[in-house]
């Protein structure tokens, strides 16, 4: 069988890119997909791009985030999920890059009593067009605090998830959330206890460059700060009593408090109010602030 796989990708101010994004879907090697496409409000020529793909190859859709959704990628990922039909779900960037032969490796490695398959990511940059690493997916201790604290990372674009699965949550992402919103989304996926494959092969390119999410959040720190706020303490409460006592886990959150409360003092701006805020948070959950 060859289930009908759902790629879905949030986009906003990309023509420049995503033809190369979309060209990685036609070369697939598994040819049961459909390709859903949102678009967040775009002022370039993004639509123009799109519309030979929509003209030429019926598996691409092409939808506008409604105006009564909050502007955002993870409204759009939402959006994008009731628009869709797949047995399987791969949420996309629209400037990350399939491997060729990404979704038949993914969906072969399927079982009936799999929820997701996780493949890897190989980071590159894009102007010197070389591979600069890949990321960890595989973790030996406890899934929940590796995630937590960086060890391992999925991104957005690696795992293949079964609709099924997806389907059973009562959100699936935080619309609220600009910044992390697949950490914050892969983690609470991973409190539902998924049946999880690993494929320690990267399956997907993931592009650096001076336009992408992670390097814009480094330019709009109050919307980094803000967002990350709200998704950090967000998982803070939805972890149980006994994993927040993980030593690894309380020096991480606490280290990073002490990074924003520096950046506050040496700014001084208004993003501040966030740092202070979350300080007071760090002293009531730990009981202390160093």
């Given at each position: 069988m060859n289930p009908l796989v759902s790629i879905i990708i949030p986009t906003y101010n990309r023509a420049h890119l995503i033809s190369e994004t979309l060209d990685s879907i036609l070369a697939q090697t598994y040819i049961n997909w459909e390709c859903i496409i949102v678009d967040d409000g775009s002022v370039d020529d993004t639509k123009l791009v799109l519309q030979k793909y929509l003209d030429s190859d019926i598996r691409f859709q092409y939808y506008i985030r409604p105006e009564?959704?909050?502007?955002?990628?993870?409204?759009c990922r939402n959006y994008g999920f009731r628009k869709s039909k797949g047995e399987f779900i791969n949420w996309f960037d629209s400037d990350d890059i399939l491997f060729k032969n990404s979704l038949e490796l993914r969906i072969k490695n399927f079982n009936s009593n799999s929820d997701v398959v996780v493949g890897k990511c190989e980071i590159f940059d894009s102007f010197m067009g070389i591979k600069i690493a890949e990321n960890t997916i595989l973790s030996f201790g406890n899934i929940i605090k590796d995630y937590f604290v960086g060890n391992i990372t999925y991104y957005v674009s690696g795992p293949i998830w079964r609709r099924s699965f997806l389907e059973k949550q009562k959100e699936l992402f935080d619309e609220k959330i600009r910044y992390l919103d697949d950490w914050d989304f892969n983690l609470r996926m991973i409190y539902?206890?998924?049946?999880i494959k690993f494929l320690d092969i990267p399956v997907f390119?993931?592009?650096?460059?001076?336009?992408?999410l992670s390097k814009q959040i480094e330019y709009s720190n109050i919307e980094e700060f803000k967002s990350e706020c709200l998704a950090r303490n967000k998982q803070l409460k939805l972890l149980s009593k006994v994993l927040i006592k993980n030593t690894q886990i309380r020096t991480?959150?606490?280290?990073?408090?002490?990074v924003f409360l520096k950046e506050a003092l040496i700014k001084k701006d208004i993003s501040s109010f966030c740092f202070f805020w979350r300080l007071i948070m760090v002293k009531i959950r730990f009981g202390k602030l160093i």
């Open positions: 009564n959704m909050r502007k955002g990628p993870n409204s539902q206890k998924p049946n390119k993931y592009r650096s460059h001076t336009n992408s991480f959150i606490i280290t990073r408090h002490k």
